[in-house]
């Protein structure tokens, strides 16, 4: 009987282990590992809308039997290469912690992206990234990799990990967005890309002063106040020759100065290397977090610029122009601050109960003056606001019925009936019974 049941296991296993996956105009045939295997890398090219790039995966010793795996995306440094992450420490955390790592790189042809917003980005032998890394990443890699692989498709299941231009990078990407990621990890990020400059990043953002509205809408300092609620570490050498260790010190700071917790390491002697103790380090806080669903904190924040829109934890903010900033402010259901440069549509959460009415007030943030009251229905639960530019405070207070108004059992009605179709609470469907 013991025989026949391993023999069922592995033919099961032989079956599990054929994903066949269709992309377009060709087929793609991945055969998956027996759950006995050592842990393997395989290199595919991710292509969306004409971008390709290669991405290398990294299914953990036992692969596919702790299904689904939580995801650590690997952001490589300028010029280091896939092959970046290739290390024995790290494979066997990811053996250990049943984890899948997804390598990534922001460079095309030695063309950088620096893991930004920005397309088209010129450099002297031409110019690529005709799709931002953001997009390519967000629309392309994430539905791709869930899509193929057995891993979580939750906030919680997912890990940004960046070296240098990468530790940029997994800032910038988890600060735009946040509810897409349980943490951010930079290891000698470039994390205030007002304090850095070279080749690569001229070639995206432009000669430093020369427009800070495209730096500071993708420096992770700038947007700082979105990380809220990410597990966040940022980790130094501290002899870093490359990478000031300034960058990470500053970003400490700002993290501290907005009270989000963190975890913040100088090494001594470190020069711009990922290290073994920053591979433990990393694994020591990310292990415990992969254990739980990430929340939506309460209350958040987000701003953002040189966009047109944002979906952020199923708010949508869009306005007319892309140059320009625009943030919310301490979001509850209960009411936010916003602080626009141009007129801002907000639609809200499907926050409230179907049927129901809330009251909205804006007020001057500076003056306090009153601007609006009224009382509105809200659409699938959702309300849409529409904001003047300037700086307002919305008091959001849902309606609710009145208890006193709540009808009494049919014999203590007094021969009064409701009639089809109509609100309890509403006292003109009330007729008496005849």
């Known amino acids: 009987m013991g025989a026949a049941r391993k023999g069922i296991?592995?033919?099961?296993?032989?079956?599990?282990?054929?994903?066949?996956?269709?992309?377009?105009?060709r087929l793609e045939v991945a055969a998956w590992a027996s759950p006995m295997t050592a842990g393997s890398w395989e290199s595919w090219t991710v292509s969306w809308q004409g971008e390709a790039h290669e991405v290398r995966i990294y299914r953990p010793a036992g692969f596919p039997a702790h299904a689904p795996y939580p995801v650590i995306y690997l952001l490589s440094g300028w010029a280091m290469g896939l092959g970046m992450w290739e290390r024995?420490?790290?494979?066997?955390?990811?053996?250990?912690?049943?984890?899948?790592?997804?390598?990534?790189?922001?460079?095309?042809?030695?063309?950088?992206?620096?893991?930004?917003?920005?397309a088209g980005l010129p450099w002297p032998r031409g110019s690529a990234w005709k799709v931002s890394f953001y997009d390519w990443?967000?629309?392309?890699?994430?539905?791709?990799?869930?899509?193929?692989y057995p891993v979580r498709r939750d906030p919680g299941?997912?890990?940004?990990?960046?070296?240098?231009?990468?530790?940029?990078g997994a800032f910038s990407l988890a600060a735009h967005r946040p509810d897409r990621f349980a943490a951010a990890?930079?290891?000698?990020?470039?994390?205030?890309?007002?304090?850095?400059?070279?080749?690569?990043?001229r070639a995206v953002y432009g000669p430093p002063g020369a427009d800070p509205l495209r730096v500071g809408a993708d420096n992770p300092m700038e947007l700082a106040v979105n990380l809220k609620g990410l597990t966040l570490l940022i980790l130094h050498g501290g002899a870093d020759p490359e990478v000031h260790p300034a960058h990470s010190r500053r970003m400490h700071e700002a993290l501290e100065a907005l009270a989000y917790p963190h975890h913040w390491e100088e090494l001594p002697g470190l020069g711009h290397e990922v290290s073994s103790l920053e591979i433990a380090r990393i694994f020591e806080y990310l292990v415990p977090v992969f254990r739980g669903a990430r929340p939506?904190?309460?209350?958040?924040?987000?701003?953002?610029?040189?966009?047109?829109?944002?979906?952020?934890?199923?708010?949508?903010?869009?306005?007319?122009?892309?140059?320009?900033?625009?943030?919310?402010r301490e979001v509850t259901p209960q009411g936010f601050i916003v602080r626009t440069e141009d007129a801002l549509t907000v639609i809200t959460p499907a926050w409230y109960p179907v049927g129901l009415r809330v009251r909205v007030e804006v007020f001057d943030e500076q003056t306090g003056t009153q601007l609006v009251r009224r009382e509105v229905r809200p659409i699938g639960g959702r309300l849409r606001l529409d904001l003047p530019a300037g700086r307002w405070r919305v008091a959001l207070q849902l309606i609710r019925p009145r208890p006193d108004l709540r009808p009494a059992p049919p014999n203590l009605l007094g021969g009064m009936s409701r009639k089809p179709l109509c609100a309890w609470e509403d006292l003109v469907c009330y007729r008496r019974a005849e």
């Open 9 to 25: 296991r592995r033919i099961g296993w032989w079956i599990l282990g054929m994903a066949i996956g269709l992309a377009p105009g």
């Open 88 to 118: 024995p420490d790290l494979e066997q955390a990811a053996d250990a912690a049943h984890v899948m790592l997804v390598a990534l790189q922001g460079e095309d042809g030695e063309v950088p992206s620096y893991y930004s917003i920005y």
């Open 137 to 148: 990443f967000f629309q392309g890699v994430l539905p791709w990799v869930e899509r193929r």
């Open 157 to 168: 299941g997912r890990a940004l990990v960046g070296f240098s231009m990468g530790g940029k």
């Open 185 to 201: 990890v930079s290891i000698a990020g470039v994390l205030d890309l007002t304090r850095h400059d070279s080749s690569a990043l």
């Open 296 to 328: 939506v904190p309460a209350p958040w924040s987000y701003r953002f610029a040189m966009a047109r829109s944002r979906t952020v934890y199923g708010m949508t903010m869009a306005r007319t122009r892309a140059d320009a900033w625009s943030e919310v």
